[in-house]
């Protein structure tokens, strides 16, 4: 037995060095009283904030993972007052080099430019959004509630410029679902 147990603890060992990790943040909050919640991450020109806060009965959950792709979970639910404010930003950058020099500078210009926020002001509702930031950058939302919701979407790659704005007020149901940065099919 203690022959099983050593090698366990040996290979526990051993395994983790060809591993890649991550960093996350997870947590899941009931309460009767004032809530409030923060997570931020900037990276490789990659950002995400997020803050929720509430003041009555409420259920809050949140999951943050760091990686080669951030994702992000963000859920509340609240008999009384819910604020929202949440941000996705993302830069892809251009280098590029004289293929004809091998000692030639690199020349790097900016590239496309996401950025995607939501805030809002809830007397009571739920709220739930899922956010992901790699080479494309994702933003959804669902929204069941009453009260104020802002949503503002940019992209820019210098050609082409999107944007998209939607504020909403009073009883609501939303579902929103924002993609930059998607393959073309030709």
Same mark, same amino acid.
């Given at each position: 037995?203690?022959?099983? +147990?050593?090698?366990?603890?040996?290979?526990?060992?051993?395994?983790?060095?060809?591993?890649?990790?991550?960093?996350? +943040?997870?947590?899941? $909050?009931?309460?009767?009283?004032?809530?409030?919640?923060?997570?931020?991450? &900037?990276?490789?020109?990659?950002?995400?904030?997020? !803050?929720? #806060?509430?003041?009555?009965?409420?259920?809050?959950?949140?999951? +943050?993972n760091i990686g080669e792709v951030i994702t992000t979970l963000v859920s509340g639910r609240s008999t009384g007052p819910l604020g929202i404010d949440e941000y996705t930003g993302q830069t892809h950058n251009q280098t590029a080099q004289d293929p004809t020099c091998t000692f030639s500078v690199l020349n790097q210009k900016s590239g496309r430019?996401?950025? &995607?926020?939501? !805030?809002? +002001? #809830? $007397?009571?509702?739920?709220?739930?959004? !899922?956010? $992901?930031?790699?080479e494309k950058t994702v933003a959804g939302s669902v929204v069941n509630g009453s009260g104020i919701l802002l949503t503002k979407a940019h992209s820019d790659d210098g050609n082409r410029t999107v944007s998209h704005a939607s504020d909403i007020a009073g009883s609501m149901n939303v579902t929103e679902e924002i993609v930059f940065g998607e393959e073309e099919n030709d």
């Amino acid at each position: 037995m203690n022959k099983v +147990l050593v090698a366990l603890g040996v290979l526990l060992l051993v395994m983790p060095c060809g591993l890649t990790y991550a960093d996350s +943040l997870s947590s899941s $909050i009931v309460c009767s009283g004032a809530t409030w919640v923060s997570s931020s991450v &900037i990276s490789d020109a990659r950002s995400y904030a997020a !803050h929720l #806060f509430t003041s009555d009965q409420a259920v809050v959950n949140r999951t +943050l993972n760091i990686g080669e792709v951030i994702t992000t979970l963000v859920s509340g639910r609240s008999t009384g007052p819910l604020g929202i404010d949440e941000y996705t930003g993302q830069t892809h950058n251009q280098t590029a080099q004289d293929p004809t020099c091998t000692f030639s500078v690199l020349n790097q210009k900016s590239g496309r430019q996401d950025d &995607i926020s939501t !805030h809002g +002001l #809830f $007397i009571s509702g739920d709220y739930l959004s !899922h956010r $992901i930031l790699s080479e494309k950058t994702v933003a959804g939302s669902v929204v069941n509630g009453s009260g104020i919701l802002l949503t503002k979407a940019h992209s820019d790659d210098g050609n082409r410029t999107v944007s998209h704005a939607s504020d909403i007020a009073g009883s609501m149901n939303v579902t929103e679902e924002i993609v930059f940065g998607e393959e073309e099919n030709d």
